[in-house]
């Protein structure tokens, strides 16, 4: 079974800086597409950023320059380095997990729906204005 725990989540005044973990298990597939996704309250779910088993990383238009999506292979973590925090970066974050190849690569690099068939809880980052 696959398993995703995110970690990392905290509260910070606006301009800080906070490092998102997700700790993955179970996922054997030889192409994979990991990706960030936050959902604030009484908004709809934002995809944030993606990477991919080929190393391809792809951002959402509001967190480029501030944001830098990661993994360590050994360790079977992926990161979301955030920097220069905003009031409205505050939401719960999710780490998600789906298959990748050639024909999944377009959803995969734009976090469109159902490029992720495996989500985490998520952790809450609040950012103090």
């Known amino acids: 079974q696959v398993q995703l725990v995110e970690s990392g989540g905290d509260s910070v005044q606006c301009g800080g800086s906070l490092r998102l973990s997700c700790a993955a298990s179970?996922?054997?597939?030889?192409?994979?597409?990991m990706g960030w996704v936050r959902q604030a309250p009484g908004k709809e779910r934002e995809w944030v950023a993606t990477?991919?088993?080929?190393?391809?990383?792809r951002y959402a238009e509001s967190v480029k320059g501030r944001f830098t999506i990661s993994q360590d292979n050994a360790k079977k973590t992926l990161y979301l380095q955030m920097n220069s925090l905003e009031a409205e970066d505050t939401a719960i974050y999710y780490c998600?997990?789906?298959?990748?190849?050639?024909?999944?690569?377009?959803?995969?690099?734009?976090?469109?729906?159902?490029?992720?068939?495996?989500w985490g809880r998520g952790t809450q980052v609040t950012v103090s204005s």
């Open positions: 998600a997990a789906g298959p990748l190849d050639l024909s999944t690569w377009p959803r995969c690099s734009t976090g469109q729906a159902g490029a992720f068939n495996y």
């Open positions: 990477l991919s088993s080929y190393g391809a990383t």
């Open positions: 179970g996922y054997t597939s030889s192409g994979y597409c």
